[in-house]
């Protein structure tokens, strides 16, 4: 996919990738990778090309949803400056509080991702995500 720099267009991406996560993984599984999914195109967006809620002149990212049903698999790539978030130290959540909260970010996506890997190709960050989790129980299988 190819998502506008906009925050506005983070959160109908995150919210249609957490859809065809739950074709495969629990709901709670599905809820991760949306969170992950706004937490990385916002920050893209937001840090890395400068947009925050407008649309940066036609910028934009690339988001890449591999779904089967061990995990889904997702990579960002952007323009912005090098930034490497695998080896970024995280905030803490006694940093946040004492901040007034945010800072976040990459915490969480440690937390509740598998794996995450970063690499510079070009001009472009490649930052790709696993979420691996229980496969999602159809009720035909469970009856």
Same mark, same amino acid.
């Given at each position: 996919m190819v998502v506008p720099a906009s925050t506005t267009a983070v959160r109908i991406v995150a919210a249609a990738v957490r859809g065809m996560a739950e074709t495969v993984l629990a709901p709670e599984d599905a809820d991760h990778v949306e969170v992950v999914t706004a937490e990385v195109g916002n920050n893209i967006v937001t840090h890395g090309l400068g947009a925050g809620e407008a649309c940066c002149h036609g910028e934009s990212f690339l988001l890449s949803i591999m779904v089967n049903p061990q995990c889904v698999t997702m990579e960002f790539v952007d323009? @912005?400056?090098p930034f490497d978030p695998v080896s970024a130290l995280p905030g803490t959540p006694e940093e946040s509080v004492a901040r007034g909260g945010? @800072? /976040? @970010? /990459?915490?969480?996506m440690r937390r509740i991702m598998d794996e995450l890997s970063y690499r510079r190709v070009g001009g472009s960050n490649v930052f790709r995500l696993v979420k691996r989790g229980t496969a999602r129980v159809s009720e035909e299988d469970a009856q």
């Open positions: 323009d @912005g400056p945010g @800072g /976040l @970010g /990459l915490y969480i």
